[in-house]
C-alpha cells in the first residue's frame, strides 16, 4: 500500500502483485518504483503511476529482506529464507552474483558508504559460538570478509548506518543496540549501548535522525525510545501503540516528522 502520510492520510493506492505475505517493501531512488519481495518468492518492481511490473521474477527461497545498491539504481540485494544471498540487475533480470553462509536466514542487509562491502544479519547463533550473527562481504568478488564481529549469542533484527560518521548499529534481542564501526575490523564499541527498549524477538526497526544526533527504535511494550547518539542516554519515550512498536522511522525530507507501525499494522504519523 501506498499512503499520503503528510496531508490527508488516506491510502493513495494498493497493488496486489504477490499471492503471500509481502516481508520487504523497498522504493527506488528516484522515487517512482517500489520493490518488493515475500513468502511467495517472487521479485516486484513495480511503476507507482501505472501499477505496472517494470521488473518481475521468481526467486529460489521465501524473501525478508531487500536493499538497493546506494550507488547504482539498478542492482538491488534480496535475502531471506536461504544461506543463500544474492545480487540482481533489474536491466537483464538475472542474477550477479551469490554470497554463501552457513545459516538458514537473512534478517537484514546494510550497504557501507560506497557500496564496495555490505553486511548480513543472520539466524545463525548456536550455544557454542556467536559467530555469524553479523557477516561482513566484498560486494564485487562475493568474498566473505568477517564473521567474527558480534559475539554475544544475540540475533540481531535489524541494522542501520550513521548518516555522517562511519559507524553502524545493530538491534539486538539481548533488548539493546550495539554500536560498531563501519571500517574493517568492524570493531565493537564496548563502552556505548543503547538500553532501556524492548525487543523480545520482534524484528523491530532502528534508525538514526537525518542530523545523525538521534537513535529511534520501536519496542516491544508499543513505545517509542529516541536516544542520545552521543551519550546513548534516552531523551524520550512515547506510548505509541497497544502492540509491539515494529519500526520507527523518520521522513526523508521533513525530520520532524516520524512514521512508526505495530505488530498488527497500525501506522502512526507524528510530528
Known sequence: KVWDAV???????????????????????????????????????????TGKQIFSSKNEFRISALKFHPTESN?????????EVKTWDIRTSKVLRVYKAAVQQTLDILFLPEGREFLTSTDAVSRDSADRTI?????????????????????????????????????????????????RPYRINKKKR?????????????????????????????????YNYHTARIVRTLSAHKEACVSAIFH????????????????????
Open 194 to 226: 543503547y538500553e532501556g527498549h524492548k525487543v523480545e524477538g520482534f524484528a523491530v526497526g532502528c534508525e538514526f535522525s537525518p542530523d545523525g544526533t538521534l537513535l529511534v527504535t520501536g519496542s516491544s511494550d508499543g513505545k517509542v525510545f529516541f
Open 135 to 183: 557477516i561482513a562481504w566484498d560486494f564485487q568478488s562475493g568474498a566473505k570478509i568477517s564473521n567474527q564481529i558480534f559475539h554475544e549469542r544475540y540475533t540481531c533484527p535489524s541494522l542501520t548506518l550513521h548518516p555522517k560518521e562511519s559507524v553502524f548499529v545493530a538491534q539486538t534481542n539481548g533488548n539493546y543496540m550495539a554500536l560498531f564501526s563501519a571500517q
Open 252 to 271: 526523508p525530507v521533513l525530520p520532524s516528522l516520524l512514521a512508526t507501525c505495530d505488530w498488527i499494522g497500525e501506522i502512526k504519523i507524528w510530528q
Open 75 to 83: 542492482i538491488f540485494i534480496c535475502g531471506g529464507f536461504s544461506p
Open 7 to 49: 496531508d490527508k492520510g488516506s491510502c493513495l493506492k494498493t497493488f496486489s502483485c504477490h499471492s503471500c505475505a509481502v516481508r520487504a517493501a523497498r522504493w527506488s531512488s528516484c522515487g517512482r518504483r517500489i520493490l518488493s519481495g515475500g513468502f511467495d518468492s517472487v521479485l516486484h518492481l513495480t511503476d507507482v503511476e
